[in-house]
Nanobody, 113 residues
């Protein structure tokens, strides 16, 4: 399975970014997917995840600011990030929930003035 994340960049505090992740696997519409991030010196953490038939769960730190969505026809998951804060700076990855595949290259998000 190949995971290709994109959409990161440098943004000022309060700004927005929309991340995309294309997942090259069949049966995508049946997969529970999540967005993860890893900041320097910290462990990778789950920030948003949605199991099939369930609502999306968000980490407390991003609740109300991040929105996860998906387009099954495009095999793509998205992460809309609003009101970004410096503490959101990290490399962002998508992957399956639970038993993850090999990680993609991620996309760097830097929030700084």
């Amino acid at each position: 399975v190949q995971l290709v994340e994109s959409g990161g960049g440098l943004v000022q505090p309060g700004g927005s970014l929309r991340l995309s992740c294309v997942v090259s696997t069949s049966g995508f519409s049946f997969l529970a997917m999540g967005w993860y991030r890893q900041a320097p010196g910290r462990e990778r953490e789950l920030v948003a995840g949605k199991a099939i038939g369930s609502s999306t769960n968000y980490a407390d730190s991003v609740k109300g600011r991040f929105t996860m969505s998906r387009d099954n026809a495009k095999r793509t998951v998205y992460l809309q990030m609003n009101n970004l804060k410096p503490e959101d700076t990290a490399v962002y990855y998508c992957n399956r929930l639970g038993s993850t595949w090999d990680w993609g290259q991620g996309t760097q998000v830097t929030v700084s003035s």
